[in-house]
């Protein structure tokens, strides 16, 4: 009666307030399975309108939509990372379309609101961060299932992790971020640096590591929550969990400032958030959480609940700081681990095999060393006061088309990058050092 109900008042709405047929463009990061979804549906609903889908990174599409004139952006605006709809407030790239929302939908998800207060970009589904992992390769390594993220930095999961890169996943920010928030800056860098000298990959796409523990390249990933449920729903040897340390946040749907058939776009974002467009998360290649409650809607049994998630979970996610710091964050995980990933591995193999020498023969100079190679591999380069400072945050939000400031922000990440490179060369060396005392 709900599905019923909420069609007809989107057909009434639809044909009253937006006429004009059209075609409407829909940047997104999401994977074809969804938009394609989406877009088949819809079209059926309304065979006036046509949907084009655009498909770029988050941080690409920001780049995108900043870089073109009113008239010529693309529609809307539809991805995961809460912080890129927050930079487009920031720069007037986004508009209202309060018409859009759906009433049934709750005002807050947990403790953070569905939607943007000044109405700029509203929530049309939910995500939570977490771990994959396949299970016959867990299997057939002897590994168990990894639960939380501290489990992630023990010796026997080296080589078996894979992580998409935050500079190239809106997600992957999202989910570096939440252990930031939920650790503090300078404990969640050495969280999040332990954990990598674990991996086997950084990505260039979300998709590349559901993709990779779905046929079993890795062993386990880090991954948003709908990728990997698509997977375990769709019949994968696969399966998923929410750390305590996650955070339950909206997936977001804006219409773009200037955008030619804001009409008709309307009328797309109305559906995705109306009763139908929220059935349709439930799709096993979909598998996302809706934002109407399961009382307007017909969950498969055993279905994650996103209130229940919410409850549990132990980060109560700041969007606004997670807006000021994200070039630096991302900037930064590059720098320390993505272009220096062999180093920070061999880093990292030296300091497990010198941990268990040291505790099978114990030695006090060997220890000390131990100390000194886990605090140059595993102290960031930024701290946390130099986070907090404007005008540092500032530089990273200017444009790169400036010469002085490409020329300044380029030449502080090759002294990252450097730096980063000698830290974990020499903690190495020192790890190597400590593991000779024990024998």
């Known amino acids: 009666m709900h599905l019923c109900r909420s069609a007809a008042a989107l057909a009434v709405l639809?044909?009253?307030?937006?006429?004009?047929?059209?075609?409407?463009?829909?940047?997104?990061?999401?994977?074809?399975?969804?938009?394609?979804?989406?877009?088949?549906?819809?079209?059926?609903?309304?065979?006036?309108?046509k949907i084009e889908i655009l498909n770029k990174n988050t941080v690409a599409g920001i780049a995108y939509v900043r870089e073109l004139p009113a008239g010529q952006r693309p529609d809307i605006m539809w991805a995961s990372a809460p912080d890129a709809f927050e930079v487009l407030a920031r720069n007037k790239l986004l508009q209202a379309a309060p018409e859009t929302r759906n009433a049934a939908a709750p005002a807050k998800i947990g403790n953070y609101p569905l939607n943007d207060p000044d109405g700029?970009?509203?929530?049309?589904?939910?995500?939570?961060?977490?771990?994959?992992?396949?299970?016959?390769?867990?299997?057939?390594?002897?590994?168990?299932?990894?639960?939380e993220w501290t489990d992630l930095v023990r010796p026997e999961y080296f080589g078996h992790i894979a992580i998409s890169s935050p500079s190239r996943s809106g997600?992957?920010?999202?989910?570096?971020?939440?252990?930031?928030?939920?650790?503090?800056?300078d404990k969640g860098w050495s969280l999040l640096l332990q954990m990598m000298g674990n991996a086997a990959a950084v990505t260039d796409r979300s998709f590349a590591v559901p993709d990779g523990v779905n046929n079993g390249q890795y062993g386990i990933g880090i991954v948003i929550d709908?990728?990997?449920?698509?997977?375990?729903?769709?019949?994968y040897p696969v399966d998923f969990t929410y750390p305590s340390m996650t955070a339950v946040v909206p997936a977001n749907i804006a219409l773009v400032a200037g955008a030619k058939n804001a009409g008709e776009a309307k009328t797309f974002m109305a559906y995705t958030m109306s009763a139908p467009g929220q059935q349709l998360l439930f799709e096993p290649k979909i598998a996302r959480l809706p934002i109407l409650p399961y009382s307007e809607l017909k969950?498969?049994?055993?279905?994650?609940?996103?209130?229940?998630i919410?409850?549990?979970?132990?980060?109560?996610?700041?969007?606004?700081?997670s807006g000021e710091r994200y070039p630096v964050v991302i900037s930064l995980f590059d720098q320390m681990i993505t272009f220096r990933l062999k180093e920070?591995?061999?880093a990292t193999k030296a300091i497990q095999e010198a941990t268990a020498a040291l505790k099978a023969k114990p030695h006090a100079k060997g220890s000390e060393l131990l100390a000194q190679a886990r605090s140059l591999a595993y102290t960031p380069l930024v701290g946390a006061e130099n986070v907090k400072n404007k005008e540092?945050?500032?530089?990273?939000?200017?444009?790169?088309?400036?010469?002085?400031?490409?020329?300044?922000?380029?030449?502080?990440?090759?002294?990252?990058s450097d730096k980063a490179r000698a830290n974990y060369e020499r903690a190495q060396q020192l790890a190597t050092e400590a593991r000779g005392l024990a024998k």
């Open 171 to 185: 997600t992957t920010q999202l989910t570096v971020e939440t252990i930031l928030q939920g650790e503090g800056w």
């Open 392 to 416: 540092f945050l500032e530089l990273f939000r200017k444009s790169r088309r400036d010469v002085a400031v490409s020329k300044q922000l380029t030449g502080m990440e090759q002294l990252w």
């Open 226 to 235: 709908f990728l990997a449920l698509a997977g375990k729903y769709s019949g």
């Open 120 to 147: 700029l970009y509203y929530g049309q589904a939910l995500a939570g961060y977490g771990i994959e992992w396949n299970t016959r390769y867990l299997k057939a390594n002897k590994l168990a299932a990894p639960k």
């Open 299 to 308: 969950p498969p049994a055993g279905y994650p609940v996103p209130q229940d």
């Open 310 to 321: 919410a409850k549990r979970a132990k980060v109560q996610f700041n969007t606004e700081l």
């Open 344 to 346: 920070l591995q061999a």
């Open 14 to 49: 639809a044909a009253s307030t937006w006429v004009h047929a059209g075609t409407v463009t829909v940047l997104t990061s999401f994977p074809k399975e969804l938009t394609t979804a989406y877009q088949k549906a819809f079209e059926a609903k309304n065979p006036g309108i």
